[in-house]
């Protein structure tokens, strides 16, 4: 199906270079699913483990809880494959 | 010109200054204009599941782009921007953006994240204004993106946009998204171009401000 923009309020259809131009776009796009999840899933997981890190210096005893929270952080990448895995990752709590 | 009532005349000293006692209603309803720069409405453009949303920009010293609405054809897609330096033939400008968002879900988790997944460094492709939103019916999101001197041949292009959806994977949620970024060229920039990174604007609309011709 021919795709439209819409340039100055106007309505243009695509060129054939700009069809297959926005197909090559998608496709990549469509490609990189899973590295776009797992990413946002580090990335997430890399602010929570930093948000606990004070818990961590030298002058601090860590607890067993915040230990474990912290490990189950790292490991929260663990056996995700699939995007799906990647969207529905339930996330350990933080000790109080 | 608008009406001087006299009440207004009496309130100026002999310097024609406007004392702040006497601000008033009276006074304010003299006021038929004020110098120095005006918003203009330069342009808008609603979505009917358009490919793209493209505007040619001039050399207002500020664009300012409001976004209502939008909405988008298909699930987890980024809402983007792009530029051209020869008049819309390619959108390919190089930009480094820097992004964070708030994310508040409905069941009350929160979280604030530098957006490391999402920015841009030194990259000719799109760069993305949303987080991956959804299309449900209720789905939207709504914004603003302000692009500053993009005709200068000197300085590279600065931008700021904030926008705010109600959807991330799967979570009903409150995500408010900050980019903010430059366009690395010394060209004036021609075109902005608005699109998802994946299928089209199904419905929205984005209205095109210029400040300080």
């Not at chain 2, 041949?153 to 903010?180: E, M, W």
Request: aromatic share 10%.
């Amino acid at each position: 199906m021919a795709r439209f923009k819409l340039v100055n309020g106007v309505s243009v259809q695509l060129t054939a270079e700009e069809e297959a131009a926005r197909d090559a776009e998608e496709a990549a796009f469509a490609a990189g699913a899973f590295d776009r999840a797992i990413a946002n899933v580090r990335s997430k997981r890399n602010a929570l483990i930093a948000a606990t890190d004070y818990h961590a210096l030298s002058d601090n005893t860590l607890s067993a809880e915040m230990t474990t929270y912290r490990q189950a952080l790292r490991d929260i990448t663990n056996g995700v494959t699939t995007v799906e895995q990647a969207n529905s990752i339930t996330w350990p709590t933080k000790p109080e | 010109m608008g009406i001087i009532t006299r009440s207004f005349v009496n309130g100026l000293t002999t310097n024609g200054v406007l004392g702040a006692s006497n601000i008033n209603n009276a006074s304010l309803n003299n006021i038929t204009s004020i110098s120095g720069p005006e918003m203009t409405l330069i342009s808008s453009a609603t979505a009917s599941n358009s490919a793209s949303i493209e505007f040619s920009l001039g050399n207002y010293k500020e664009y300012q782009f409001f976004f209502v609405n939008i909405h988008q054809s298909i699930d987890q897609a980024y809402f983007q921007v792009n530029f051209s330096t020869d008049n819309g033939s390619n959108y390919n400008v190089t930009k480094t953006t820097s992004a964070f968002n708030a994310f508040h879900t409905e069941a009350d988790s929160d979280e604030f994240v530098y957006a490391s997944t999402t920015d841009v460094a030194q990259s000719t492709a799109n760069a993305n204004l949303s987080i991956l939103t959804g299309n449900g019916n209720d789905e939207n999101q709504s914004g603003y993106l302000h692009l500053f001197n993009s005709s200068s041949a000197t300085f590279v292009k600065h931008f700021i946009s904030d926008l705010q959806c109600n959807y991330r994977v799967g979570l009903p949620a409150s995500v408010n998204y900050k980019v903010a970024g430059y366009a690395n060229t010394t060209s004036a920039l021609t075109n902005i171009k608005f699109e998802f990174s994946e299928g089209n604007i199904d419905a929205g609309t984005i209205y095109m401000y210029g400040i300080g011709a």
